[in-house]
């Protein structure tokens, strides 16, 4: 291979930038040439690409969001729509891609690189934490102390009020987000997809902990199948009406922010595997790092969307909460 295609697609992350940033500067490293795609899969069909050079990367680690930025596109979902992004690719001789995303974008990888034999490796850029093949995805440890710094805020009016308060977190069917910083942030209960919610159970904790404590968090998750913060909030407030409740989304905040420490290093380990990975022979497949090493998953099992929850987790936050 001579010339790496990079993008970003799906929601954006925390650490999409060092993620970028490595794949560049690793590939000129290698003496391969590297081509920026804006857009994701939207930009390989308008053909919005660009050559890059170590200081496209420039001062960007440090940055959240995409310098290349983002989409979901429809477009390539269809046939017609992957030939004009393969014929793009071509006029621009670009020959291998690092895919830098989620679920979505591994999807379109994997049916892209089976249609053209384009080799592909992809980057686990998402907050949610929702792929198997890697212990964290990019993204992930940023959002949950974005997370954990909103809670503790709410935490202090919460107090002064004392109030209970019922905090939405994202995750999309995921409960990672919330149930590792439901435990960070001392919440009183975590409600998650993975795990059914009982009611009973839920309001009797409530109100026994009502008697010797003046603020409670309860922590949600947005994929919970009872429906999210303000459901419960009605469910809380009709069994409870003295207590006074607040419903607090913290939405998209967990998407911005500089890159942790965590997860510019795991960006800048992943990013240079990929580009090896790339020089190996690889292709279809998703890098991660599972116990400290670096590990390549085939997309179809990185996307499985069955990451377990450990229910250590669970009982944590039932033993630490009383
Ligand atoms: O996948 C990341 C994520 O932030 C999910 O947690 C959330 O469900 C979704 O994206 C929100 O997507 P959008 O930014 O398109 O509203």
Same mark, same amino acid.
């Given at each position: ?29 290698? +003496? /391969?040439?590297? $081509?920026?795609?804006?857009? &994701? @899969?939207?930009?390989? #069909? ?6 890059? *050079? ?75 934490? +929702? /792929?198997?093949? $890697?212990?964290?995805?990019? &993204? @992930?440890?940023?959002? #949950? ?6 809670? *503790? ?170």
């Amino acid at each position: 291979i001579k010339n790496v295609g990079v993008y970003t697609s799906g929601g954006d992350a925390p650490g999409m930038n060092a993620a970028i940033r490595a794949v560049v500067r690793s590939a000129l490293y290698y +003496d /391969l040439n590297v $081509t920026g795609i804006r857009r &994701g @899969y939207e930009g390989m #069909i308008t053909g919005d690409m660009f050559s890059m *050079d170590r200081k496209s990367v420039a001062n960007i680690i440090q940055r959240g969001g995409t310098i290349l930025k983002t989409a979901r596109s429809d477009q390539f979902r269809t046939p017609e729509g992957r030939k004009i992004a393969y014929e793009n690719l071509k006029k621009n001789n670009v020959d291998a891609l690092v895919a830098i995303g989620g679920d979505g974008t591994f999807t379109g990888a994997k049916i892209f690189g089976k249609e053209f034999g384009i080799p592909i490796l992809g980057m686990p850029g998402t907050i949610d934490n +929702d /792929l198997l093949g $890697t212990d964290f995805t990019i &993204g @992930y440890d940023t959002a #949950i102390n974005t997370v954990i710094d909103a809670v *503790d805020k709410i935490r202090d009016t919460a107090e002064s009020h004392d109030r209970l308060f019922i905090v939405e977190v994202m995750g999309r069917d995921s409960g990672l987000i919330a149930l590792r910083s439901g435990i960070a942030a001392g919440a009183e209960a975590v409600l998650i997809p993975e795990s059914k919610t009982d009611l009973n159970a839920l309001f009797h904790r409530l109100e026994q902990g009502r008697r010797d404590k003046s603020s409670k968090i309860v922590i949600v998750a947005e994929g919970e199948e009872a429906g999210g913060a303000f459901e419960y909030g009605h469910l809380i407030k009709e069994r409870f009406p003295n207590y006074d409740t607040r419903v607090s989304v913290l939405g998209h905040i967990q998407r911005g922010g500089p890159p942790s420490c965590m997860d510019r290093v795991l960006a800048s380990r992943i990013g240079v595997a990929a580009v090896e990975g790339l020089l190996d022979g690889r292709h279809g497949e998703m890098v991660g790092i599972v116990n400290g090493e670096i590990s390549y998953t085939p997309f179809e099992n990185a996307i499985k969307h069955n990451v377990d929850i450990n229910p250590d987790y669970l009982k944590i936050v039932d033993i630490l909460s009383l």
